[in-house]
């Protein structure tokens, strides 16, 4: 069965802008979580959500919203880009946290 | 919230070698505990996971040992092969929210 698929792969924005990240979990998983992976703070959490409710936040900035759909796939935006933001952002799904996640490719943002 | 510490931050072991990691987290109520391992450029893969009710748990040459009084956790790579060297981490499950390690540089040197 197809992965955790993360559109785009790669990306490039200018400081201010705003950008939404993409993905589709592998069928049947209705628990998605995004987290942020830099070289020094390593993978960080950003949001999890499971039938279209986010059930736990991460410690970031209003800047960062997600959302998910009605057939789990789920949507991260980051508005008023910095240049700290520049990272590997890495989407999960699961069919329960409690049971493991598989994580896609990622989208590699990077902020100019 | 929860807090999870990593050691090594960087590990060489010679190939054949057996290599340890270890994780502590800081709250009681985490119960499910996964190890994921990166290989340069890819995503991470879950290689094991233990429970909170179980002790150790073993999977061909890779085991977890949980202390859940202690509030620690260890990965156990045994004949270590170069096909292992990759970043490792650990994390804490606690109402949904996955907490990672900042993981573990393994280097197999053949």
């Known amino acids: 069965k197809a992965g955790v698929t993360q559109t785009p792969r790669y990306l490039i924005k200018t400081r201010g802008q705003q950008v939404t990240l993409s993905c589709s979990p592998i069928?049947?998983?209705?628990?998605v979580s995004w987290y942020q992976q830099t070289p020094g703070q390593g993978l960080q959490f950003l949001f999890e959500?499971?039938?279209?409710?986010?059930?736990n936040k991460g410690n970031f900035p209003g800047r960062f919203s997600g959302r998910q759909f009605s057939n789990s796939r789920s949507e991260m935006n980051v508005s008023t880009l910095e240049l700290g933001d520049s990272a590997l952002y890495l989407c999960?799904?699961?069919?329960?946290?409690?049971?493991?996640?598989?994580f896609g490719s990622g989208t590699r943002l990077t902020v100019v | 919230g929860e807090n999870v510490e990593q050691h090594p931050s960087t590990l060489s072991v010679q190939e054949g070698d057996s290599a340890v990691i270890k994780c502590t987290y800081s709250?009681?109520?985490?119960?499910?505990f996964p190890w994921y391992k990166q290989e340069l450029g890819k995503r991470p893969q879950l290689i094991i996971d233990?429970?909170?009710?179980?002790g150790e748990k073993k999977d061909q040459r890779i085991a977890v040992t949980l202390n859940k009084t202690a509030k620690h956790f260890s990965l156990h790579i045994t004949e270590t092969q170069p096909e292992d060297s990759a970043v490792y981490f650990c994390?804490?499950?606690?109402?949904?929210?996955?907490?990672f390690g900042t993981g573990t540089r393994l280097t197999i040197i053949p």
């Open positions: 999960a799904s699961s069919t329960d946290p409690f049971y493991g996640y598989t």
């Open positions: 069928s049947g998983h209705r628990s």
């Open positions: 959500y499971f039938s279209e409710t986010q059930r």
């Open positions: 709250d009681s109520a985490s119960n499910y």
């Open positions: 233990i429970r909170s009710n179980v």
């Open positions: 994390a804490a499950l606690n109402n949904e929210k996955l907490t």
